[in-house]
């Protein structure tokens, strides 16, 4: 559910309600138990099982706890929340935040969707002008260290097109980067970690559409 959007027209038609500024919904697990399941606006979970007297129920969460009965509470449990993941998030392609402010920038500045492309990589989306169907971003997610960047967790990055003059300028192997899969002399790599401010990005995404339309 992390990786989900929260959608809110859906919760509510799964038995949830607002409350305050949560989503709440309560229900029965195997006829004895309550678990009370907490959603906020961001889409953050929490849930607290409660048996018949009332009591916090735990022994669910517990690492090695056996028996048949936690073992028949843990898999109801779990069912829920993999339900409640499927009927009320939307899949979310994108992690990071500033991945998602430059798809929301780019749907606000030149009304085009992401494509995704590769069944084999299918957080890598394209985004083309619609004139003459040339790309002119794609994001992608790559482990930080094929960029020569310490650690090997995942980034996601942002390819512009940009002057061959320019990129010769910029290139640092910190900010800006030759492009990542794509022509190293005319394409720009990004890291949407923060590194760089959204003003920044969204100045060279609006000369990356501009180049584009050249023939």
Same mark, same amino acid.
């Given at each position: ?28 697990? %195997? ?8 959603i906020d606006k ?16 735990t022994l669910h ?55 995704? %492309? ?98």
């Amino acid at each position: 559910m992390r990786n989900g959007k929260l959608n809110v027209e859906k919760i509510l038609s799964n038995g949830f309600e607002l409350d305050g500024e949560n989503f709440v919904r309560r229900q029965k697990i %195997l006829n004895r138990m309550t678990l009370t399941i907490i959603i906020d606006k961001r889409g953050n979970v929490t849930t607290k099982i409660f048996d018949a007297d009332g009591e916090l129920y735990t022994l669910h969460l517990v690492e090695g706890a056996s028996g048949s009965f936690v073992g028949a509470v843990k898999d109801s449990y779990e069912k829920i929340l993999n339900d409640v993941a499927e009927q009320c998030f939307d899949e979310q392609n994108f992690k990071s935040a500033q991945a998602l402010k430059v798809v929301e920038y780019i749907r606000e500045k030149f009304s085009d969707a992401p494509e995704f %492309l590769w069944e084999k990589f299918p957080n890598y989306a394209v985004f083309r002008r619609k004139n003459n169907r040339k790309w002119y971003a794609v994001i992608m997610n790559v482990p930080k260290n094929k960029l020569r960047l310490d650690g090997a967790e995942e980034i996601e990055i942002l390819n512009l097109r940009v002057e061959p003059e320019e990129l010769d300028k910029i290139f640092d192997g910190e900010k800006y980067f030759r492009g990542w899969h794509m022509n190293k002399k005319s394409w720009l790599t990004l890291r949407l970690d923060e590194t760089l401010t959204d003003e920044e990005i969204s100045a060279r995404l609006e000369k990356s559409y501009r180049l584009a339309a050249k023939k």
